[in-house]
């Protein structure tokens, strides 16, 4: 879902994280325009990525609001 910018579980992402639904495509399009950094190799884990995707929200604060 990352990867093409959309779908159930990126959606499902964005909610937990709190994202406001008038958002969801910017967060989308964050994630999908930063893929290969919050995924930085195959043995990316879950942890790296929340992180990872941590530090790009926080760097978009207005994707929050």
């Avoid at 579980?9 to 969801?24: F, V, W």
């Avoid at 325009?33 to 207005?62: C, M, R, V």
């Amino acid at each position: 879902d990352i990867a093409v910018g959309g779908g159930d579980h990126i959606t499902s992402l964005a909610i937990l994280l709190g994202i406001p639904a008038y958002n969801h495509q910017g967060f989308f399009a964050l994630t999908k325009d930063n893929f290969n950094k919050l995924f930085g190799s195959d043995k990316t884990t879950a942890e790296d990525l929340l992180a990872q995707l941590d530090s790009e929200l926080n760097a978009h604060p207005d994707l929050l609001r």
